[in-house]
């Protein structure tokens, strides 16, 4: 388990953050009114957690040697 924290801390921040940057950045922006795909915003969401999850591992990998 201890060769997978970054992979697993990085996607927890990869997807934390992009949810709460897309709250704060285009959810207070758009009216109530609009419908947004939800599925299409989580789907981004992992993404980014995946991308991010990649990082952790490279930055563990390179602290580990």
């Known amino acids: ?9 990085g ?7 992009f949810l ?3 709250k704060m ?9 609009d419908e947004l ?3 299409a915003v989580v789907i ?3 993404f980014a957690g995946v ?3 990649f990082i952790g591992r490279f930055v563990q990998g390179r602290l580990e040697k």
């Not at 996607?11 to 953050?17: R, T």
């Open 51 to 53: 991308l991010f999850a």
């Open 20 to 22: 709460l940057m897309f």
């Open 37 to 39: 795909a939800p599925g």
């Open 11 to 17: 996607f927890i921040v990869g997807l934390v953050g």
């Open 44 to 46: 981004v969401g992992i």
């Open 1 to 9: 388990m201890k060769n997978r924290t970054g992979l697993i801390i």
């Open 25 to 33: 950045l285009v959810l207070e922006r758009i009216p109530r009114e």
